[in-house]
């Protein structure tokens, strides 16, 4: 079974630049979602989907991120415009649907985003 | 009462000792305690997990205790390796809107010496 495929692993711009990441979950998870994980620290979820769907999106910085997660399967976050402490590994997580009774997550390899 | 608090937040043991690692939550909604090892330009790999009516489950090396009237929950590591050397996450999980929600601690990074 193929893992959580995220791309690009690594991404150098400047502030007030954008950036965008992109997420292929396991095959069959309905749920995903995007963590932000701060040198140090926990990853933080940032947005989590549904199928197509937005569940959770309380801590997403709305007013420079974007996600979107077209046709249920694979998704994009976007940063525009970037800031310095938005320096981090963004992360991408699947899982299968509640009702299947699985609670585990599967996390990507990240993108380790540097803001300069 | 969406945090989870992890401690210590660094570890440093000898080969074979037993490393613990103690988390702490106050959401009663939590109903799924699962650890996570991370390595160095990796994700986060699920290790064990635990539901609250359980007290403690053990996987291999690696055991979870858990004390639901305390609201806390500890993994240990026995017979602690070089290759255990990693970040070590808790995290806390509940019921949301159809699917779950997880909120992870802050990590202990742990150091097995040969």
């Known amino acids: 079974e193929a893992g959580v495929a995220q791309s690009p692993r690594y991404k150098i711009i400047e502030k007030r630049q954008s950036v965008a990441f992109w997420c292929n979950p396991i095959?069959?998870?309905?749920?995903l979602y995007w963590y932000q994980q701060i040198l140090g620290q926990g990853p933080k979820l940032l947005i989590q989907f549904q199928n197509n769907g937005v569940v959770d999106d309380s801590q997403l910085p709305k007013d420079r991120f974007s996600a979107e997660r077209l046709k249920g399967v694979d998704s994009t976050l976007k940063i525009q415009p970037a800031k310095l402490e938005d320096s981090a590994v963004y992360l991408c997580?699947?899982?299968?649907?509640?009702?299947?009774?699985?609670?585990?997550?599967?996390f990507g390899p990240g993108t380790r985003l540097t803001v300069t | 009462q969406q945090q989870v608090k992890q401690s210590p937040q660094s570890l440093i043991v000898q080969k074979g000792g037993i490393p613990i690692i103690n988390c702490a939550y106050e959401?009663?909604?939590?109903?799924?305690f699962p650890w996570y090892q991370q390595f160095p330009g990796k994700g986060p790999a699920l290790l064990i997990a635990i539901r609250p009516d359980v007290s403690e489950k053990k996987e291999g090396r690696f055991t979870i205790s858990f004390n639901k009237s305390a609201k806390q929950f500890s993994l240990h590591i026995m017979d602690s390796q070089p290759g255990d050397s990693a970040t070590y996450f808790c995290?806390?999980?509940?019921?949301?809107?159809?699917?779950?929600?997880?909120?992870f601690g802050t990590g202990t990074r742990l150091k097995v010496l040969a």
């Open positions: 095959s069959g998870h309905a749920t």
């Open positions: 997580a699947s899982s299968l649907r509640l009702a299947v009774s699985s609670y585990e997550q599967y």
């Open positions: 959401n009663t909604a939590f109903d799924y």
């Open positions: 995290a806390a999980s509940m019921r949301t809107s159809g699917t779950y929600k997880y909120i």
